[in-house]
């Protein structure tokens, strides 16, 4: 009888709000601690360590299915179905070009126009867009950006949308905390402008419960203390709607909620590695000269996990840097005063490979994470940039002034003593 040598794995503590591990099905093969060292690239102390950045990409490694995401989908869904309760969810970019792998459909098809649907078939009270946060986010972002290069502030400025290299900078690399923006993530904005925007000024009386669909196991992380109540994943999604026994067939195209409408072109490339910083840039470069950027002129090629690009902005050279992949941050460390700003997402390619998405053979991986990637960047919209957004300017005259004014300040950033990210 052949014997199996067991290889070291990786720890998941019983508290990890992201990850479990199925025990019965574990073979102690160490592929997860292998991806753990060498895809992600995490400093643990030892093998033993329960260290972990919530990324999931031990999840889509596993070849047992030992590693899954913690489900939070039937919690979700037992609120929905309570006719008392007023259930918001909102949809991130990456989930409405990969969802359909779950359910049937090709490789990279677009759910955009079928997801609101569903979500109300489902029993939401109200479907929103993640990306009209993003674009929030961008508008702060920007601004944030050219304050720090007028005045001096803490350069190089790093992205703060991805929570698990916003975990791994404060675990490993606490000096890098003034580096990085004081914005929030996307669903942090959405969440905190629906519980106080949207609820002001459609008088709900009735307390609201924030929902998003994330193709993240870290954002289960992220949050904690916030505004966003619960966090399910791509997967969960899928299950949810498979349960609800949803008829795809029966169902018509429909639009997002207004008000918090549908975000800009820029805001959905967030879904993609290099698509933070196309669209900050974008905005910065309107907010600084005046002008009207062309489609494409902050484009980085992604292809490499570590790019470098140089943009010329008024009478300034901007210096910037798109990681994919925590294991390069080393790389940025050792040559941090050659940048102005730098995007950091942790899972390669950024969210279309987050570790709440579809699972598909590890040889597949990265043809189907360029296939989710292109059905991204193909999406049509008449709104290019996200300072030209209707809904966003309206936000601002109607609500925050201003980016970075003192109300702005307050819902829209992160508090440095704070354990909010």
Avoid at 123 to 135: I, L, P, R, S
Avoid at 154 to 176: D, G, I, N, Q, R
Avoid at 180 to 198: A, H
Wanted: charged share 25%; glycine share 6%; hydrophobic share 35%.
């Amino acid at each position: 009888m052949e014997v199996t040598t067991k290889k070291p794995r990786v720890e998941v503590a019983k508290d990890n709000p992201s990850i479990q591990r199925i025990p019965e099905r574990c073979i102690d093969c160490g592929v997860c601690l292998k991806t753990c060292d060498d895809l992600v690239g995490l400093d643990r102390p030892n093998e033993t360590s329960t260290i972990c950045i919530n990324c999931g990409q031990c999840v889509l490694s596993c070849p047992m299915g030992a590693l899954t995401a913690k489900f939070d989908y039937k919690t979700v869904l037992n609120l929905v179905k309570d006719t008392n309760k007023v259930v918001a969810v909102s949809l991130a970019p990456a989930v409405r070009v990969s969802l359909g792998e779950e359910l049937g459909f090709d490789e990279g098809t677009d759910l955009e126009n079928l997801l609101p649907s569903i979500l109300r078939k489902i029993g939401f009270t109200y479907v929103f867009d993640v990306t009209f946060g993003a674009d929030i986010t961008v508008i702060e972002e920007a601004t944030e950006l050219i304050e720090r290069l007028k005045i001096g502030g803490t350069l190089p400025m790093f992205t703060s949308c991805c929570p698990a290299w916003v975990k791994y900078a404060c675990l490993f690399h606490p000096e890098l905390e003034p580096h990085i923006s004081s914005t929030k993530s996307p669903i942090g904005i959405e969440s905190t402008l629906i519980k106080t925007y949207y609820k002001e000024m459609h008088d709900i009386k009735e307390d609201i419960i924030s929902v998003v669909v994330a193709p993240c196991t870290a954002k289960k992380q992220e949050i904690q203390n916030t505004n966003t109540d619960y966090c399910i994943t791509t997967r969960e999604l899928a299950y949810m709607i498979k349960e609800c026994l949803i008829d795809m067939q029966s169902l018509k195209p429909s639009a997002f909620d207004s008000l918090l409408g549908t975000g800009s072109k820029s805001a959905r490339r967030f879904g993609r590695s290099g698509g933070v910083m196309e669209a900050t840039l974008s905005t910065a470069y309107f907010f600084m000269t005046g002008k009207t950027p062309t489609e494409g002129m902050f484009h980085i090629e992604n292809a490499s996990p570590f790019t470098k690009a140089s943009f010329k902005i008024g009478p300034r050279i901007i210096n910037v840097a798109v990681i994919s992949g925590i294991k390069n941050v080393k790389v940025i460390l050792e040559e941090m005063d050659k940048y102005d700003f730098i995007e950091v997402m942790s899972c390669r390619g950024g969210c279309i490979g987050g570790g709440g998405q579809p699972l598909v053979p590890n040889r597949d991986t990265e043809k189907t994470k360029s296939i989710r990637t292109e059905t991204l960047d193909r999406q049509d919209n008449s709104i290019l940039f996200s300072y030209q957004n209707p809904a966003v300017k309206e936000l601002y005259k109607s609500y925050l002034e201003r980016p970075l004014s003192e109300k702005a300040q307050s819902l829209l950033h992160k508090k440095r003593d704070a354990e909010e990210t």
